[in-house]
């Protein structure tokens, strides 16, 4: 125990990362030149999930076929370097897909999605702690909107994860065979959004993208989550007249 302990934080300490608790995510959540691209095919719901680089921001999202808010969000961020040289993902609840993009703010995949059971833009204050006991109720189950900062890390599982909002135990992480497994992949396969409001709060992935795409950027460095809203407008949380970052001579 103590040596696995000793090996996680000189591990941190080799990659230049700041060592956090180890906590669940969520705990019952459940237990919480481009190449050619592969196209993953998710019910009818087609996912992006070569790992590989699909164009500038404005020409990926239209490649992926986002929502008009998901590409003013990418268009925000780019205008404004707003990732500031890091990686990033845009989450968007409505239509329950995540965007993963490099450095380069150029889209790497993207994949159907579980977000939080219930619409909401807010955490309920306390609800990291209560999620430890796996005790929170059906209006506390929201993913969040904004901005956070992620970063890897692991749940008590020793299971690697992407952390998104450490204090609210929110995180990017796998598909889990536990016993809601069945239930989950199926609405990741189904055609429509509308089920796919079904975790505590944690957006889950399935493996083969979470592996092919979220672990090598993600997982791997810090960066950038940004949850699109469920009620108010996108251009409400990120406003056109934010100032915009000047051009290096």
């Known amino acids: 125990m103590y040596l696995g302990v000793l090996m996680r934080v000189c591990c941190a300490v080799a990659w230049g990362m700041a060592l956090l608790p180890i906590l669940p995510a969520r705990a019952a959540e459940p237990a919480s030149p481009p190449s050619s691209i592969a196209i993953a095919q998710t019910g009818s719901r087609a996912s992006v999930a070569s790992g590989q680089r699909i164009g500038s921001i404005e020409s990926g999202l239209i490649a992926a076929k986002a929502s008009a808010e998901v590409r ?6 780019q205008a404004r370097n707003d990732s500031g040289g890091r990686p990033f993902a845009i989450v968007d609840k409505k239509e329950a897909r995540l965007y993963v993009f490099d450095e380069y703010q150029t889209l790497v995949g993207s994949s159907v999605v579980l977000t939080g059971a219930m619409p909401g833009d807010e955490s309920v204050p306390g609800v990291g702690q209560r999620a430890q006991s796996s ?5 506390e189950r929201t993913t969040p909107a904004g901005r956070f900062e992620s970063q890897p890390g692991q749940n008590l599982a020793g299971e690697d994860i992407v952390w998104f909002d450490y204090d609210a135990a929110l995180a990017i992480h796998r598909l889990r065979p536990d016993a809601t497994h069945a239930v989950r992949s199926q609405r990741l396969a189904t055609a429509t ?13 399935p493996v083969a993208f979470y592996e092919r795409v979220v672990r090598p950027w993600l997982g791997a460095r810090r960066g950038a989550v940004y949850v699109l809203p469920d009620k108010r407008p996108v251009q409400a ?6 100032p915009l970052i000047a051009r290096g001579d």
């Open 193 to 205: 959004p509308d089920d796919n409001r079904a975790s505590l709060g944690c957006v889950v992935v």
């Open 237 to 242: 949380w990120w406003p056109s007249d934010a």
């Open 135 to 139: 005790r929170l109720a059906r209006h």
């Open 72 to 77: 003013y969000l990418g268009n925000w961020i």
